[in-house]
């Protein structure tokens, strides 16, 4: 049921509090985060006085309305939590006292949040000119019911909300799971492999041929030959966006020219990219760089997706982070580190069959992903949904 | 006129505020000198100006108490070379001739005489006379250049300088504060120079848990502008109570090593600033004596250090160690010169000698020579703890993980209690601008004193570690799981659940909606 609630200015319930204090070089100061969209305060940091250059700052109070005077157009604004009391800003945030006779802390926060309040926010001034002053803050409106009704409406409001953040919650764990699936199958196929008594040996017993790619200067003139780079490798496959080109003799085309079927392994990198590596399958002439090691595999015994599918699964990156090395910065897997990678593979027919497995597998992670992001999107929505039915009185 | 009014003209207090805004505006000039570049050149400008000052403030005082007491006073340095003779007066000389007293071998000093310019005088002071502290100045300003071109800008830094007054224990305890801040702002300028600078959180934690007690030695081998030694003045000054006690913590409790010039210099002044009146630091390479050589008259009670990581030095470096422990890697002969350093009787505390060491996670899992120094670590001390800390600690100089081992000479160890430093709920890793924070080290400080595992510290027996050719990078058992580890059966069984766990959400949400569009 529709309840009319009056809608009075926030100046007849907030007063702009504008009172500083003088930053003292040997004390630590906390200094909070007003985060955009309204997501509300965090805490910042907390820096010596003597690293703080304006030496004349306000002091928030917990239950304060702060607005960020040049953020304020895309919500950043909040009021101030409990375990931010203390905290101090600079000259461009405004502080506002509430009148807590009037309105409740909890109802000025979620209202904040409102489509309602920020359209209000964002109408002010010119386009051009990001900046709020307090004035405009004390002349938005709020629709104001009385005090009791207040505490109900933000009850009902932090039921709802604690029901969809526990639901983004598990949405969130279940994305990150539905990602790992893939994966997890692979290194358990693996790891069941020596079950069902596949010969085990190393990676370099199946290379052909390998070799370090070119670290010739390459530049953006497209009539060169494309080189791919450790950027183009992402999450298992080529992408082959972002390219640079090379010019090469003939001599360095017949080692440099990439042949379908090709692995490419990034050979440097932080430490948890190290290793990852892509099949090349394009039908068109392709060098790569010095980061990355070409492997060619012998293809009547092993399946170059199928090698790619292990060394990127959880057992290869165990065995790249075991044999990397690092002391600072970059860490590093050489080419011989890589072929003593330990691999089992059936015959070609069974890699064949469990390659078509993971396919049909991937097909059903990808469909899942996708009403999984919908979904996502939409539980994005109903807390804003649920606080405009609330501030419509309809709660 | 109102100024009158409030008497006869004291030297002018200078508060925090008005200290910070001094050196702020001394960093103002500089900045519009063509010589110098960033931070990196400004910093040790300042602190020679600071240097010079400061001495002179101190043998003003020094004079007037030997006068006082009917004693000979022997100055460090002689006129015209002292703060007083040629920079004190502000319309004193300035521009080239300010440029060519300071810089050139032989020049017109200030008084007219023809003579050794300012540095070229500084660098030849002995300890012939028996004052130990020319010595220090010597050293201080081998490692230092004027790079200033312009000789009235110059003046203009000295002049703001001269504001300072070094004998005040207030302004002393202020300005120590702004060094150590000036000195941080210069790691962030540049990259390189965070090899001198180790977080401030980190010292303060390793110099608490490690209590160095009044009356023990104190020791950083790889001193770099001095924070463990800072801190570990600080620790050791609040348990001064009697006279007697001052000068023991003055003369005989702390000393460090720093073969690098400028680190040396920054060292010297930021103990200096703190307090300690006549820092003992060795300006070679704490590595230059042979190890076996090291006997009980060098050794020290407590050792707080982060030594140098990955760096290389000189074959001739090496071969004062065993030769079954030579190594390139700096870390690792650091390591060794600890364990050797380390007094083997009990302190006066009546303590272990005692040490805590920054190693790369590198120093955890290395074989070989690595492993046999980790050997005697285990076999002859006590490693009680390991602290493992997460990525970007060190940022921006390395963002590799490190680790603080603490041991003691109590040994042979028993077990080795890992302690896993966690992230900020939320974080997933430190970085420049988000560094990490001394009351993150709360709950291990309080776990410090009662050991019980869990989730984030374990236990390991030695013998296991001996066992496993002393690698001692050894993982959270209670880590959460990587998901991707897990069964893909798991996972999937995993999602479904969650996801009906949703479906259940969405309905009470429906109805909770529906019960509101009822009443």
Same mark, same amino acid.
């Given at each position: ?29 906390? !200094?909070?985060?007003?985060?955009? #969209? ?51 800003? %600079? ?34 001034? @010119? ?56 994966? @997890?199958?692979? @290194? ?52 082959? #966006? ?12 017949? =080692? ?21 590596? +892509? ?15 070409? /492997? ?61 497995? /993971? ?10 992903? !996708? ?16 606080? $405009? ?7 | ?50 240097? /010079? ?8 005082? !020094?004079?007037?108490?030997? @006068? ?7 100055? *460090? ?42 540095? +070229? ?66 790691? $962030? ?42 801190? +570990? ?19 005989? %409790? ?19 600033? #703190? ?25 020290? $009670? ?46 006066? *505390? ?70 896993? #430093? ?88 429906? =109805? ?8």
């Amino acid at each position: 049921m529709k309840r009319e609630w009056p809608k009075v200015r926030l100046g007849e319930v907030l007063r702009h509090r504008k009172e500083f204090v003088t930053i003292d070089d040997l004390t630590t100061y906390r !200094r909070p985060r007003v985060q955009l #969209h309204a997501q509300g305060i965090v805490l910042r940091d907390e820096v010596p006085g003597t690293l703080i250059k304006t030496k004349q700052q306000q002091v928030c109070r917990a239950g304060e309305f702060l607005v960020a005077e040049i953020d304020a157009k895309v919500g950043g604004f909040g009021v101030v939590p409990e375990a931010l009391d203390g905290t101090i800003v %600079s000259s461009h945030y405004f502080l506002f006292d509430l009148d807590e006779a009037k309105l409740e802390r909890g109802f000025l926060d979620y209202f904040i949040r409102t489509l309602a309040f920020r359209e209000q926010v964002e109408a002010q001034g @010119s386009t051009n000119y990001a900046a709020i002053r307090p004035a405009d803050v004390l002349g938005y409106e709020i629709p104001l019911p009385p005090l009791a009704e207040q505490r109900r409406v933000v009850a009902r409001i932090e039921e709802l909300a604690a029901q969809i953040h526990e639901a983004c919650t598990l949405r969130h764990q279940t994305a990150e799971e539905t990602e790992v699936l893939v994966a @997890s199958k692979v @290194s358990h196929i693996f790891g069941n492999g020596q079950v069902e008594g596949w010969p085990g040996r190393t990676l370099g017993d199946y290379v052909l041929d390998d070799c370090y790619g070119t670290s010739e200067k390459t530049s953006d003139d497209s009539t060169g030959i494309p080189v791919l780079r450790m950027g183009n490798i992402q999450n298992g496959h080529l992408d082959l #966006h972002d390219l640079k080109f090379l010019h090469l003799s003939e001599k360095e085309r017949a =080692k440099l020219i990439l042949k379908q079927g090709d692995i490419l392994v990034n050979r440097t990198n932080s430490a948890d990219l190290v290793g990852k590596c +892509a099949v090349f399958h394009v039908d068109r002439d392709f060098s790569f760089a010095s980061y990355l090691i070409r /492997l060619r595999v012998d293809q009547e015994r092993a399946h170059p997706e199928l090698v790619a599918a292990y060394i990127n699964s959880p057992l290869g990156r165990a065995y790249m982070l075991s044999e990397k090395r690092q002391m600072t910065g970059q860490a590093n897997v050489n080419a011989t580190k890589l072929k003593a990678l330990p691999i089992a593979l059936p015959s070609l027919p069974e890699q064949r069959r469990i390659l078509s497995e /993971l396919d049909a597998l991937q097909v059903q992670v990808d469909a899942m992903r !996708r009403v999984q992001t919908e979904t996502t999107a939409e539980l994005a929505t109903l807390l804003p949904a649920v606080l $405009d039915r609330a501030f419509k009185g309809e709660l | 006129m109102r100024r009158r009014a409030k008497g006869p003209t004291a030297p002018a207090p200078t508060t925090a505020q008005s200290l910070g805004s001094l050196i702020k505006s001394a960093r103002d000039i500089m900045r519009k000198d063509k010589g110098l570049n960033g931070d990196l050149d400004r910093l040790p400008l300042l602190t020679w100006i600071m240097f /010079l000052k400061f001495l002179d403030d101190l043998e003003l005082q !020094r004079e007037e108490e030997a @006068s006082l007491a009917r004693k000979k006073f022997r100055p *460090a340095l002689e006129a015209p070379y002292r703060w007083r003779d040629w920079a004190a007066n502000p319309q004193g000389v300035t521009g080239d001739e300010l440029l060519a007293f300071i810089n050139q071998d032989e020049t017109v000093r200030p008084d007219g005489t023809r003579g050794p310019g300012l540095f +070229a005088y500084l660098r030849a002071l002995t300890s012939a006379n028996g004052d130990d502290r020319r010595d220090v100045i010597a050293t201080v300003f081998r490692g230092v250049d004027n790079r200033m071109k312009s000789g009235y800008l110059l003046r203009d830094v000295i002049n703001k300088i001269a504001g300072i007054h070094f004998t005040s224990s207030e302004e002393l305890h202020t300005l120590g504060a702004l060094y150590e801040s000036l000195l941080r702002e210069m790691r $962030d300028a540049a990259g390189d120079s965070g090899e001198f600078y180790t977080p401030r959180p980190v010292v303060r934690f390793m110099v608490a848990v490690t209590d160095p007690r009044l009356g023990e030695t104190v020791l950083d081998p790889a001193s770099g502008t001095g924070g463990f030694l800072v801190e +570990a003045f600080n620790h050791l000054g609040a348990q001064v109570k009697t006279v007697a006690d001052r000068a023991t913590l003055q003369r005989r %409790s702390l000393s460090g090593c720093e073969p690098k010039p400028l680190p040396y210099l920054l060292c010297q002044m930021n103990l200096l600033l #703190h307090g300690l009146d006549a820092p003992e630091i060795d300006p070679g390479n704490a590595l230059r004596h042979k190890l076996s050589e090291i006997g009980e008259k060098e050794r020290v $009670d407590v050792i707080v250090t982060n030594p140098p990581f990955g760096g290389e030095e000189e074959k001739g470096v090496q071969g004062n160690f065993p030769e079954d422990r030579q190594t390139a890697e700096t870390a690792l002969l650091f390591l060794q010169l600890i364990m050797r350093k380390l007094r083997r009787r009990p302190t006066s *505390a009546g303590l272990p000698a005692r040490a805590a060491v920054v190693v790369p996670n590198g120093t955890l899992f290395g074989d070989g020579v690595c492993a046999r120094i980790k050997e005697e670590l285990l076999k002859e001390f006590n490693l009680h703890t390991i602290v493992r800390l997460p990525n970007g600690v060190f940022a921006p100089y390395t963002s590799i993980p490190t680790n603080l081992l603490f041991f003691d000479r109590s040994g042979p160890t028993q077990d080795v209690w890992y302690y896993e #430093h966690p992230l900020p709920e939320g974080r997933k890793n430190y970085t420049k601008t988000t560094p990490i924070q001394f009351e993150e080290f709360t709950a291990c400080q309080a776990w410090w004193t009662h050991r019980k595992e869990n989730e984030r510290a374990w236990k390991v027996p030695a013998t296991e570690l001996l066992a496993s050719n002393c690698n001692l990078d050894r993982k959270n058992p209670r880590a959460k799981e990587d998901i991707a580890h897990l069964p893909p059966e798991q996972i999937a069984a995993s999602i479904l659940e969650k996801e009906q766990r949703i479906a259940e959400i969405m309905g009470r949400i429906q =109805k909770l909606l529906a019960r509101s569009a009822e009443s």
